[in-house]
């Protein structure tokens, strides 16, 4: 075999797997453009679902708006208020006469005060009832005896302890706050498996380094769906606490709007609820996906 | 007095029905750098003396003692490989071994890192660290717990039934590892694992520890296995000394060999 055969089969090969990395290159492309398009496709069909079932929604308040003869407001009507409120949402007359955006800012400021300081008290004593069983005999029947309490009736008692109808709206979202998160966050520390344990034990662990890497990283899921459930309830018991307390509020917006005879504002209103709560549960969401792992 | 020495052991456990006896008069004297198989049926307590050695358990009676200290709880001198790798699966494969050689290992951070990376790289995983063990194969999680087990450098490695978990093939490979880093030790460690697999033993042992079925198990036999090392497993299984241990293994643990020791008749 003469040296120019080896050279002829040498540049063939060569031009072979150039062409056979082009060609790959090539399919990777197609490939990643196809998975685009599917991406692309799915998000498009969910948009296009989801505003049927908004058109279908409004289609019926439309129908139910004409029905009762403009009593109730149809969308229209109920968006452009909504449009004018959520244009000058900061101004402020007065007591009764507050912009949607001051009243918003009141409510979540309720909302988060008393879910952070009911979360300071659930978490630890979920902790504790997780961790040991005497401290679970003891808080477990109370946390059973009061859980199903509407939180509304609390609100008398805030009254008489605080004198301070916005202290007792605090009062009555802390109370909220604390059973989902207490429940939550004394399951997750119990459930940890004795697997883990014995890693601690075996690897001689010190106490921080146990608490550290193995039950606070195990439990903080549970702990994180315990917040979510908790916050979601603290928003829907914020609208009901500002009727009772007024002064201040989405809560007390709507409540103001019924008086005023005005159902725009008030289904204004529901609409903004609607998306604050979601945005929570949205962000809580997002908390959680951060904190999860994979067994 | 050898290594580690089990004297008298009795374990107990108290149940609403009274005391229950796992295991009792266990007696074994082991030696440096032995490897030792514990093998019998489920439930027999093969879990529960390792779990005395490892400290785990306290003897009701008797005493473990290694290097002639009493063993009273877990401690850095016994690296243990649980049954189900145990890694914290929140952890990155480096920081599954970086927190225990953390706890065990005194020096400076910069040592332990270097201990760490010596011991993923010894199993050929260093550049799989930052995964978590999730994205792990089972038997990629075997070798990160026995890296995290050989990571502490412990005197003694107790491996509870290490591969039970891994498909045939696996387990092959995991078993060449282990004998592998036994070896890179200079055959300093002692190793004691429980199994169910009579090849494996007989592979990797120089004793067999047969236990008799639970409760209040007892060592039925000692097996020595005296298969020159290192082992070739396509070799040993034709030695005749191979085939007359794998026979006496199979009549200590198995009664039936064929239906017809199960008194059925066969018909042509």
């Given at each position: 075999m003469s040296d120019r055969d080896t050279l002829t089969i040498g540049t063939f090969e060569e031009a072979k797997t150039a062409s056979v990395a082009t060609a790959r290159k090539q399919v990777i492309r197609n490939e990643k453009l196809s998975a685009l398009i599917e991406k692309t496709i799915t998000k498009s069909k969910s948009l296009f679902l989801a505003s049927l079932g908004l058109i279908i929604v409004g289609g019926l308040w439309e129908l139910l708006s004409s029905i009762t003869k403009d009593a109730l407001p149809g969308p229209i009507a109920t968006l452009t208020v909504l449009y004018e409120m959520v244009s000058d949402p900061?101004?402020?007359?007065g007591p009764n006469d507050k912009g949607i955006g001051l009243q918003l800012f009141n409510s979540i400021k309720t909302v988060l005060l008393g879910f952070c300081l009911g979360s300071l008290v659930a978490i630890p004593i979920g902790i504790l009832m997780g961790a040991s069983t005497i401290c679970k005999q003891i808080f477990y029947p109370i946390v059973q005896l009061l859980?199903?309490?509407?939180?509304?009736?609390w609100f008398p008692i805030g009254l008489v302890v605080f004198k301070d109808t916005g202290l007792a709206t605090i009062f009555i979202v802390f109370i909220t706050s604390l059973w989902s998160t207490l429940i939550n966050t004394s399951f997750g520390i119990a459930s940890l498996p004795q697997d883990h344990k014995n890693v601690a034990k075996a690897f001689g662990f010190s106490k921080m380094r146990y608490l550290t890497k193995i039950l606070i990283p195990f439990s903080l899921p549970h702990i994180i769906t315990g917040l979510k459930l908790s916050i979601s309830v603290a928003w829907l018991v914020i609208v009901a606490g500002e009727m009772l307390s007024?002064?201040?509020g989405i809560g007390f917006f709507v409540w103001d709007s019924w008086n005023a005879l005005s159902l725009e504002k008030v289904i204004s209103a529901i609409i903004i609820i609607g998306i604050v709560g979601l945005l929570f549960d949205r962000l809580f969401t997002y908390i959680e996906s951060k904190v999860a792992y994979k067994a | 007095m050898s290594y580690l020495e089990i004297k008298d052991l009795e374990i107990s456990f108290p149940t609403p029905k009274g005391k229950y006896t796992a295991v009792r008069d266990i007696n074994l004297s082991i030696q440096k750098g032995e490897i030792i198989s514990i093998i019998g049926?489920?439930?027999?307590g093969k879990s529960t003396i390792l779990n005395a050695i490892a400290g785990m358990l306290t003897p009701s009676t008797g005493s473990v003692v290694l290097n002639n200290e009493n063993i009273k709880g877990p401690g850095p001198d016994r690296g243990i490989v649980f049954q189900n790798y145990s890694?914290?699966?929140?952890?990155t494969v480096y920081q599954n071994l970086f927190q225990v050689v953390d706890s065990v290992v005194k020096g400076t951070t910069q040592e332990k890192h270097e201990i760490v990376a010596k011991n993923l790289k010894m199993v050929s995983l260093f550049e799989h660290k930052?995964?978590?063990?999730?994205?792990?194969?089972g038997g990629m999680k075997q070798r990160v717990a026995i890296a995290r087990a050989f990571a502490i450098n412990p005197g003694v490695l107790l491996m509870d039934?290490?591969?039970?978990?891994?498909d045939a093939l696996t387990k092959g490979t995991m078993q060449l590892e282990v004998l592998k880093l036994w070896n890179l030790d200079n055959r300093e460690k002692t190793i004691i694992m429980i199994t169910h697999d009579i090849e494996e033993a007989l592979f990797l042992s120089d004793r067999i520890v047969v236990l008799n079925n639970g409760p209040s198990s007892t060592i039925k036999e000692i097996v020595e296995v005296h298969l020159p090392?290192?082992?070739n497993k396509i070799e040993i299984v034709k030695m005749p000394e191979y085939i007359e241990l794998r026979d006496r293994l199979l009549h200590l643990l198995i009664d039936h060999f064929s239906i017809e020791d199960m008194g059925m008749k066969y018909k042509n």
């Amino acid at each position: 075999m003469s040296d120019r055969d080896t050279l002829t089969i040498g540049t063939f090969e060569e031009a072979k797997t150039a062409s056979v990395a082009t060609a790959r290159k090539q399919v990777i492309r197609n490939e990643k453009l196809s998975a685009l398009i599917e991406k692309t496709i799915t998000k498009s069909k969910s948009l296009f679902l989801a505003s049927l079932g908004l058109i279908i929604v409004g289609g019926l308040w439309e129908l139910l708006s004409s029905i009762t003869k403009d009593a109730l407001p149809g969308p229209i009507a109920t968006l452009t208020v909504l449009y004018e409120m959520v244009s000058d949402p900061f101004y402020d007359y007065g007591p009764n006469d507050k912009g949607i955006g001051l009243q918003l800012f009141n409510s979540i400021k309720t909302v988060l005060l008393g879910f952070c300081l009911g979360s300071l008290v659930a978490i630890p004593i979920g902790i504790l009832m997780g961790a040991s069983t005497i401290c679970k005999q003891i808080f477990y029947p109370i946390v059973q005896l009061l859980k199903p309490v509407s939180p509304l009736a609390w609100f008398p008692i805030g009254l008489v302890v605080f004198k301070d109808t916005g202290l007792a709206t605090i009062f009555i979202v802390f109370i909220t706050s604390l059973w989902s998160t207490l429940i939550n966050t004394s399951f997750g520390i119990a459930s940890l498996p004795q697997d883990h344990k014995n890693v601690a034990k075996a690897f001689g662990f010190s106490k921080m380094r146990y608490l550290t890497k193995i039950l606070i990283p195990f439990s903080l899921p549970h702990i994180i769906t315990g917040l979510k459930l908790s916050i979601s309830v603290a928003w829907l018991v914020i609208v009901a606490g500002e009727m009772l307390s007024g002064g201040a509020g989405i809560g007390f917006f709507v409540w103001d709007s019924w008086n005023a005879l005005s159902l725009e504002k008030v289904i204004s209103a529901i609409i903004i609820i609607g998306i604050v709560g979601l945005l929570f549960d949205r962000l809580f969401t997002y908390i959680e996906s951060k904190v999860a792992y994979k067994a | 007095m050898s290594y580690l020495e089990i004297k008298d052991l009795e374990i107990s456990f108290p149940t609403p029905k009274g005391k229950y006896t796992a295991v009792r008069d266990i007696n074994l004297s082991i030696q440096k750098g032995e490897i030792i198989s514990i093998i019998g049926h489920s439930g027999c307590g093969k879990s529960t003396i390792l779990n005395a050695i490892a400290g785990m358990l306290t003897p009701s009676t008797g005493s473990v003692v290694l290097n002639n200290e009493n063993i009273k709880g877990p401690g850095p001198d016994r690296g243990i490989v649980f049954q189900n790798y145990s890694l914290l699966p929140w952890l990155t494969v480096y920081q599954n071994l970086f927190q225990v050689v953390d706890s065990v290992v005194k020096g400076t951070t910069q040592e332990k890192h270097e201990i760490v990376a010596k011991n993923l790289k010894m199993v050929s995983l260093f550049e799989h660290k930052d995964k978590l063990p999730g994205q792990l194969s089972g038997g990629m999680k075997q070798r990160v717990a026995i890296a995290r087990a050989f990571a502490i450098n412990p005197g003694v490695l107790l491996m509870d039934e290490p591969f039970g978990a891994l498909d045939a093939l696996t387990k092959g490979t995991m078993q060449l590892e282990v004998l592998k880093l036994w070896n890179l030790d200079n055959r300093e460690k002692t190793i004691i694992m429980i199994t169910h697999d009579i090849e494996e033993a007989l592979f990797l042992s120089d004793r067999i520890v047969v236990l008799n079925n639970g409760p209040s198990s007892t060592i039925k036999e000692i097996v020595e296995v005296h298969l020159p090392r290192p082992r070739n497993k396509i070799e040993i299984v034709k030695m005749p000394e191979y085939i007359e241990l794998r026979d006496r293994l199979l009549h200590l643990l198995i009664d039936h060999f064929s239906i017809e020791d199960m008194g059925m008749k066969y018909k042509n």
